[in-house]
């Protein structure tokens, strides 16, 4: 059976409802190295797409079946990445109680938590259109392209903050000679501000001749 829809959507319009909403967790899966071994494979001419769509096939196929077979379902794919979602039962995680507590010591820490909170709100459209969920009116949809990626990149910081009041977070950059543009930026917002926090970042390149690679934003 092929899953053209989301059995979610299927069951509701099945009932004659256009709408719903349920408590879930996703998973966003992403092929690493695809980018760059994109790139070497291209230069060996157009033949080359059909290696990339059976390795896309390969990797694709057996970890959707089980996303179906666990009862979750595919929200959209970008590339070598896909979006699935799990329904769950309407109950919050161990972690989301300890963060919803205003009596919690972590949250009342010099004021820091409770902006880490507030701008966790105000992102929240921003956070769910990175997992392919989208809300009316939100602030993510009344803005233009520029400050979407802006506010996109603040929201992925606040993220690690907010992580790093409940645990200590450790970030690992492996291959740092072959981080993209966006990656890097990604990692100078969340360096900028990262005082206070339970944050270890880490990066590591091969050491070879690398022209042109210079990230002074990861040296100490």
């Known amino acids: 059976m092929y899953?053209?829809?989301p059995h979610f959507i299927h069951d509701n319009f099945k009932q004659n409802r256009m709408t719903g909403d349920f408590y879930a967790l996703t998973m966003f899966m992403d092929i690493s190295g695809f980018t760059p071994m994109t790139e070497a494979l291209m230069l060996h001419g157009k033949q080359v797409a059909e290696i990339l769509s059976g390795i896309l096939?390969?990797?694709?196929?057996?970890?959707?079946?089980?996303?179906?077979?666990?009862?979750?379902?595919?929200?959209?794919?970008?590339?070598?990445?896909?979006?699935?979602?799990?329904?769950?039962?309407?109950?919050p995680s161990p972690a989301q109680e300890r963060v919803q507590?205003?009596?919690?010591?972590?949250?009342?820490?010099?004021?820091?938590?409770?902006?880490?909170?507030?701008e966790l709100f105000r992102t929240k459209s921003f956070l769910g259109?990175?997992?392919g969920l989208r809300w009316d009116d939100s602030l993510y949809e009344q803005l233009d392209p520029k400050l979407r990626y802006e506010n996109t990149l603040h929201a992925i910081k606040n993220i690690f903050f907010a992580e790093?009041?409940?645990?200590?977070?450790i970030i690992e950059i492996e291959d740092l000679h072959w981080i993209d543009d966006d990656s890097l930026k990604?990692?100078?917002?969340?360096l900028r501000g990262i005082e206070g926090y339970q944050i270890f970042m880490v990066a590591g390149q091969v050491a070879i001749l690398m022209t042109g690679v210079n990230h002074d934003c990861l040296k100490t």
Do not use: M
């Open 57 to 91: 096939n390969d990797i694709f196929y057996p970890v959707i079946k089980t996303v179906y077979d666990n009862g979750g379902f595919i929200t959209g794919f970008a590339g070598d990445a896909f979006t699935a979602v799990f329904q769950t039962p309407p109950h």
């Open 164 to 169: 790093s009041i409940l645990q200590p977070v």
């Open 186 to 190: 990604l990692v100078e917002t969340i």
């Open 101 to 118: 507590e205003s009596d919690s010591p972590l949250l009342e820490r010099g004021g820091v938590s409770a902006g880490v909170k507030n």
């Open 3 to 5: 899953n053209l829809i």
């Open 129 to 131: 259109a990175f997992v």
